[in-house]
């Protein structure tokens, strides 16, 4: 097949251009097409759909990966995504790929996700787009475990185009291969996280803080959701969008309609 | 009425704690409650769901709202919210209001808008939030041509609890009050923006960009819509939640489930 009439895949990620679970991703992604990675130069995580418009954007070339073209960029994933497409490759790519994630975006987390956000932002251009996550934070994590999975999720996409605005929120529980039972698409799970800021002094006597947190699960007896899915040994798959209208309570809500 | 019976209300923004916008949302809270500010020590526009995990927080109280406490937090939008309820108050706030947002975040400007992510946390923490935004970016926009439909969005929401984790994504016309027309209960639009990065040379020989875009409405027809209730004069109030989950395509993509 001529090098053109493969297909264009861009990958990008949240932790970073140089973190392991990108390059695996890259990895996997060029036996499917042409390769571009455009990704942030540092970690980004819980940039959720920030963009940069206060500030100026650099793009700088780097040859770390298995592409055809790659850069690293100063801004967010969600600005790594635009700068690819606009600016970049002046048109849109076929799929969009964003991980591997070095630990969960599943249920709530979606919305912090540096990650998701990125393949959000790619739905919201009309492609099919992918994020990926590995329910596992350490710095050697093996993203090796799924990859067959990873690969046919790709492989379907780019097959069956996925209906317009929608991406793929994927979570890869931390199993060994064999332990992987497939995959269940699943909803995001009702749950929050509990803060707690934990308060430190500087050397002049000044408090500062650190985010801390607790994942609480509002519903651990629901069997249609990703965190039921992941507990259970399944990839959850979740189908995400950019619409936030909570559509059952417009009619509740028209009450409004009436203050003068 | 004794103080402590009074409703406790949290105002946030993502323009900065010393923007007009919240200096007038502020001032409309003081009549429903005791009001407690703690918003972003610089503008923070754009920042969308983004959290801070990377780097620590700092809180500093300011003395420029009448307000019975205050404080600016070197954090995002989402950053103030946590900080003020885990911190701050140490408990929930019975509203929380984020704004007056110097622009529109109607339709797809809700999932980058930091005004938006700030309401959104306060419902993921099972409080009543309203964002509040005005569609004139002017550094003099007149804030008090809505205010009756504001003082009336507050009470209600105080009266009547919104349903749990819904917020409210208000938008108001740049209109004279007279001009303004009424409420309309409406969706987020679907809709996008065409990016554009304008290159430019820094003195060093090097480029940067600007991320520019221009928004397009991709449907112009509906009338059920938060971008038409604009146009033709309204406030928009679209209910707002925090569930990505595109439910009506779980089925359709099933077939994930078969990959082995």
Redesign the interface.
Known sequence: MNADNLPLILVTNDDGIYAPGIKFLSSVAAKFGRVVVVAPDK?Q??????????A????QKTNYHQAEMEYSCSG?P??CV??A???VLKKRPDLVLSGINHGSNSS?N???SGTM?AA?EGA??GTPSIGFSLCDYSADADFTQAEK?IS??IE?SLK?KM?K??C??VNIPKLKAADIK???????S?A?WV???E??QDPYG??????TGEFVNFEPESTDTDEWALENGYIS???????????S??T??????T??
Request: proline letters at 4%; aromatic letters at 10%; glycine letters at 6%.
């Open positions: 970690p995580s819980g940039m959720g759909h920030a963009i940069t418009i206060n100026t954007l650099r793009i967010t969600v600005d635009k700068m497409v606009n600016h709530i979606v919305i912090y956000s959000i919201l251009e999975y046919q999720l379907q069956n209906p605005g929608i793929l929120n497939g995959i269940k698409v699943v909803r995001q009702k929050n803060e707690r800021f308060e430190r000044r408090n500062y803080y650190w985010l798959v979740v189908p995400t969008q950019a619409d936030m209208t909570a559509h309570q417009l509740g809500l028209k009450y409004f309609e203050l003068k």
